[in-house]
């Protein structure tokens, strides 16, 4: 079975074409500044066959999407001989609203819904949706499955989705926690379920913290194999520091900075959004390598900037402990997380009270899936690489066929 995956943005499109015998990805792609009237273009790379850029007038999703359908069917340097071999689509789908807690096969009902709760992902629901239109129209007789990044925190008890304002913005508006990089908690949740099972400890006493830090941070506290509670809320601005946004603050900072220094709401957003966490502390970038360098060469605000990352790290492990009652494996992932010891080291330091003790040795070694606890008692602390395509993939099949395509 072969599935294609894609994410669509406003102006960009991306895709991984995926075996899922083997799991092995067959090609993958971008296009890039689809509808900007000049240099838009289609980066494609077949696996074994190399790379090929393509710059072409792309004024809309449509296009693009059939660029890629031309690329993949290539005859001399495409990954298939012809469309129909693709099985399904899946597209991922950032908001859901309360509406989606698993994957679905996208028919009316389900493009009307996600064009419904576009108002809780304006930026990126209306791409997502143009991606899918565009696929339908191109290749109407495959299966097209959306794969959301809120369904996995559907999960959440009511008393930890819903904030304490005025109940009728939850009510009426849907002004609640949704969460998201679902697909990315889900894959690797699953796999550090696996790996206790294992060992013996049931999935329905196991307590799992999942730490996504990439560019996005956001964590998951993962009880019993359920999505209990995530830092992002809303928006995903919410929780950890990040690569531009702030993580949690005081709420009245948006009313003073409107009021006091004449910031537009849309200018209080950016600040939040693009101009704040690491990027904003330390004034030189958004990008954990650079502020490692930098904290390393005596930068006093990229060493804050590191030290408020891990601070506010550290203290939404411990909150995850107490709410979940207990806990026995953290799990590290994404950019930061499969690639920065320094950061896992530091995140832990002082965490030996609740049992989590970081192996040095292991965790400077680290390639791939690792456990890098010291001994074989306490916390388990794992590295575990996300794979937000592959696991796209596998919902896809699985909702298609009723199995992961294996
Ligand atoms: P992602 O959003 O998962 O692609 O992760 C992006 C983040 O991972 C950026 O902040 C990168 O600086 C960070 N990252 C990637 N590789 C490393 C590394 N070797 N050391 C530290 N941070 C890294």
Redesign the pocket.
């Known amino acids: 079975m072969i599935v294609l995956v894609v994410n669509a943005g406003s102006s960009s499109l991306k895709y991984q074409l995926i075996n899922m015998e083997d799991e092995g990805v067959l090609a993958r792609g971008l296009v890039e500044r689809i509808g900007a009237g000049g240099g838009s273009s289609l980066t494609s790379e077949v696996t074994g066959k190399g790379k090929t850029v393509l710059k072409a007038a792309i004024p809309d999703h449509r296009v693009a999407m059939q660029m890629v359908f031309s690329a993949l069917t290539d005859k001399e340097n495409g990954a298939l001989t012809d469309l129909s071999q693709i099985s399904a689509i899946g597209h991922r789908v950032l908001h859901g609203g309360s509406v989606f807690s698993d994957s679905v096969v996208i028919d009316k009902r389900v493009t009307d819904t996600i064009q419904a709760v576009s108002h809780l992902g304006p930026l990126h629901n209306p791409a997502n949706l143009m991606g899918i239109e565009a696929a339908m129209h191109l290749m109407p007789n495959a299966p097209q499955v959306a794969v959301f990044d809120t369904a996995f925190h559907q999960t959440m008890p009511k008393h930890v989705h819903v904030y304490a304002l005025p109940y009728s913005l939850y009510s009426e508006y849907g002004i609640r926690r949704y969460g998201f990089h679902g697909t990315s908690h889900k894959y690797v949740s699953s796999r550090a379920k696996k790996i206790l099972a294992a060992e013996g400890l049931p999935v329905e006493k196991q307590r799992i913290i999942t730490c ?5 941070v956001s964590f998951t506290a993962v009880k019993a194999g359920k999505s209990f509670d995530t830092s992002m809320g809303l928006t995903p601005v919410e929780g950890l520091v990040m ?1 531009t946004r702030c993580g949690d603050i005081d709420p009245a900072i948006m009313s003073y900075v409107q009021s006091k220094l004449g910031y537009t709401a849309k200018q209080a957003d950016d600040m939040i959004n693009k101009r704040s966490g ?1 990027l904003g502390i330390s004034g030189v ?8 360098k930098k904290t390393a060469e005596g930068h006093e605000l990229s060493q804050l900037a590191l030290d408020i990352f891990c601070y506010r790290a550290r203290k939404y492990i411990g909150a995850y402990a107490a709410a979940m009652e207990g806990l026995d494996a953290i799990v590290f ?11 896992r080291s530091k995140i832990c330091q002082g965490l030996e009270f609740l049992g989590i003790k970081v192996d040095p040795e292991k965790n400077q070694n680290c390639r791939g899936e690792c456990n890098i606890s010291a001994g074989t008692e306490g916390i388990r602390v794992l590295v575990i690489p ?1 794979n937000e395509e592959l696991a796209i993939a596998r919902e896809t099949a699985q909702v298609v066929c009723g199995e992961t395509g294996k």
């Open positions: 996504h830090l990439g560019n996005g690569g690491l970038s958004n990008d954990m390598r650079d502020i490692e992932t994404a950019g930061i997380g499969e690639h920065s010891p320094a950061v996300t």
